[in-house]
């Protein structure tokens, strides 16, 4: 059964970094787009950054993380990554993993329905 499991939340000073982990199982993900949500208490899901499948492929970043936040996938380890940069305590939320067959076109990588596969969250909490 195909499973996403994240890793690597956890808390942080305001500036700070951290680096969160995707390990999928349980299927081949190489030929799936592969994207980062996340949801803060009180809100709703949101996107923050989505990679396709291909070597090189191209990705995609919410404005709020634009130019802090890297998406980068290693598709031998099945594993996709979300290096966070300069965090602040409005990036406090759970972060998720999804996965999605085939390759995102552009405008569309916010959309839940694009992506097949969920994880369970990594909580992140940026201390002021």
């Known amino acids: 059964q195909a499973q996403l499991v994240e890793s690597g939340g956890g808390l942080v000073q305001a500036g700070g970094s951290l680096r969160l982990s995707c390990a999928a199982s349980g299927r081949t993900f190489s030929t799936y787009a592969m994207a980062w949500f996340r949801q803060a208490p009180g809100k709703e899901r949101e996107f923050v950054a989505a990679i396709n499948w291909s070597s090189g492929g191209s990705s995609y970043y919410a404005d709020s993380v634009k130019g802090r936040f890297t998406i980068s996938r290693d598709n031998a380890r099945n594993t996709v990554y979300l290096q966070m940069s300069s965090l602040n305590v409005e990036d406090t939320a759970v972060y998720y993993c999804?996965?999605?067959?085939?390759?995102?076109?552009?405008?569309?990588?916010?959309?839940?329905?694009?992506?097949?596969?969920w994880g369970q969250g990594t909580q992140v909490t940026v201390s002021s």
């Open positions: 999804a996965a999605g067959p085939g390759t995102l076109v552009a405008g569309f990588e916010s959309y839940s329905y694009e992506y097949t596969y």
